[in-house]
């Protein structure tokens, strides 16, 4: 007879008493952890640099001891083997080959020695040797009488760059090395010049991958921060766009940039957007997707309530209207806030067509829209639940496909869809002339196997083709995503409930959405609640009908245009725009 007792002793987890065998060692940090008083400093507060100089001394990194100056240890020196010593110290030298420290005498009488510092791979060769060459080979000055000008004489007659910056601290320099500056340090000087040299390779300015569009502008983001805001600004040539910097990720320095037109984004606005900004603490942002998680309002819900564009045209017209855009260093797509339901169905194109052709393409994408995640479940609360919902001989045509299918309705839903998420995946993750080979013939050749074995009745094929060509019209790709999933979930409800089912469903979607907020601005505006949206919601009208803003925003100036702009019109006599 099993024991009991022994056999749950058995399976319960022990830890281990010979920990070294199988986990790492834990660090002086492990080991000294404690709880934080409310009047203890966090450690996220101290800047990285200082922590790490810290360390540095206690450490004994700077030898010899004499060369320990008091005071600030975040302070440089005005040694130059000092400040050698703790460049080499806080990098790692030699092991790390990244950093490359290059020694000089600037050819000034007398010749001073110095330093550069600079990350391989991040600066630009030739900016670089302009530099160097300018310090070496042109310096001819005397040197100045008074001990501390040495560096603003260098800054002001020899260094040729446009950007020049002098620091005393080791925390502005390295912020600086680690983004592709380079820092010179100067004998018997206790500041540094930061010189730009940013050049490290990019990718240029291409057509967009994922916002496509026949009629309009075709140039999209890339991975450059300066070359995203500098799009922006080739649309909107007005002084009062403002661009402010942020530092986020303790470990990664990314530089975030917030953009807003200053005479009409609503100042609550931009300082929430500040604030949230401000109060993320992570080691880790390198791409706006992951930021986009750390700031939206509802994270838990399937929706999406910030607009992710990769479009300078599209951020454009959204800054025009008073939003505020987050563009990230490093990702080629922008986030835009605060933004509706409404707007993540709308593209670009619909802007640069007649207003005929724009509205018929926003009717068509929203019929799709609701085929993208009801068709499924309504299909099969029609079969299992109300055979009377559908003509008698549509009935016997479905009843006679699926005489010789072994399944259940619910199985042959579940299968395809399934297979076709598979299929999108499939093609997405292969290399891209394979992918959309693999994405089409793969789905031809799967599902008319699958009828000719008889698993899938050929009108589910067609559904779930339906179903899938519906959620490609969505053009934002996180509303997408959320729409595959709520597919699944119309499908329990249909399979278990028929049409009440659905309706619990559509009614519990609308409540959840109604609730939702981007930045204090309800996601189904100017639905619900009601407020004036002006004329581009659903439907599009000419663009001489859009005179107003729209005012769930709450923009600083509301008037987009007169309300006669097409002056032509009034000059000839023939009418206004009414």
């Not at 993750?429 to 793969?442: A, H």
Request: glycine residues 8%.
């Amino acid at each position: 007879m099993i024991n009991t007792k022994k056999f749950l002793e058995f399976i319960s987890y022990k830890e281990n008493s010979d920990r070294e065998g199988f986990i790492l060692k834990e660090t002086a940090d492990d080991n000294n952890e404690q709880p934080q008083g409310e009047n203890q400093p966090t450690q996220s507060e101290k800047p990285p640099a200082r922590k790490a100089l810290k360390k540095t001394s206690r450490a004994g990194g700077l030898q010899p001891e004499e060369d320990q100056v008091e005071g600030d240890p975040d302070a440089i020196r005005a040694s130059l083997n000092q400040n050698k010593n703790i460049i080499s110290n806080l990098y790692g030298l030699p092991e790390n080959k990244d950093l490359v420290i290059r020694e000089f005498v600037i050819g000034t009488d007398p010749e001073i020695n110095c330093f550069a510092v600079f990350i391989d791979g991040l600066t630009d060769k030739a900016i670089q040797d302009l530099l160097f060459q300018a310090l070496m080979l042109f310096a001819e000055r005397p040197l100045p009488k008074e001990k501390g000008g040495l560096v603003y004489l260098v800054r002001e007659h020899l260094l040729p760059g446009n950007q020049v910056a002098v620091k005393n601290l080791f925390s502005d320099v390295l912020t600086a090395v680690n983004m592709g500056d380079t820092a010179i340090f100067l004998e018997g000087s206790t500041k540094a010049l930061l010189i730009e040299t940013k050049g490290w390779e990019h990718r240029g300015v291409e057509r967009p991958q994922s916002e496509q569009i026949v009629r309009g502008p075709q140039e999209a983001f890339n991975e450059t921060l300066r070359a995203n805001t500098a799009l922006i600004r080739k649309i909107i040539r007005d002084e009062r766009l403002t661009t402010e910097m942020l530092t986020m990720g303790d470990r990664t320095r990314t530089i975030v940039a917030i953009m807003y037109l200053r005479d009409l984004a609503n100042p609550d606005l931009v300082a929430e957007v500040k604030r949230r900004l401000d109060s993320i603490k992570t080691d880790y942002i390198a791409d706006s997707g992951i930021l986009s998680q750390f700031i939206e309002d509802n994270p838990y819900n399937l929706n999406p309530t910030i607009l992710t564009t990769e479009r300078p045209d599209r951020v454009a017209s959204q800054l025009v209207e008073g939003r505020v855009a987050i563009i990230v260093d490093g990702s080629p797509f922008v986030l835009v806030v605060p933004t509706t339901l409404y707007e993540q169905l709308h593209t670009g194109e619909e802007s640069y067509i007649r207003w005929q052709y724009g509205s018929y393409l926003r009717y068509l994408r929203a019929l799709a829209f609701l085929v993208s995640f009801l068709a499924p479940g309504a299909y099969l609360a029609i079969v299992l639940f109300h055979h009377e919902m559908i003509p008698t001989e549509l009935l016997l045509a479905i009843a006679g496909n699926r005489e010789k299918v072994p399944f259940p309705s619910l199985i042959e839903v579940l299968l395809m869809e399934i297979s076709f998420e598979l299929i999108r995946e499939a093609g997405i993750r292969l290399p891209g002339v394979i992918g959309g080979t693999i994405g089409i013939v793969g789905a031809l050749i799967l599902g008319q196997a699958a009828v000719q074995a008889n698993i899938v009745s050929p009108i589910l094929i067609i559904l779930v083709a339906i179903t899938g060509l519906a959620s490609f019209a969505i053009p934002d790709y996180s509303l997408s995503f959320a729409l595959r999933i709520y597919r699944f979930i119309y499908i329990a409800l249909g399979v278990t409930m028929g049409f009440f089912g659905i309706a619990i469903g559509i009614f519990a979607q609308m409540v959840l959405t109604a609730n939702l907020k981007s930045f204090g601005v309800p996601y189904l505006s100017p639905v619900g609640p009601r407020t004036v949206g002006g004329v581009d919601v659903v439907y599009r009208m000419p663009v001489f009908f859009h005179e107003k803003r729209p005012d769930y925003i709450n923009p600083q100036d509301i008037t987009r245009q007169p309300r006669v702009s097409r002056g032509w019109i009034k000059d000839k006599g023939g009418g206004t725009n009414d």
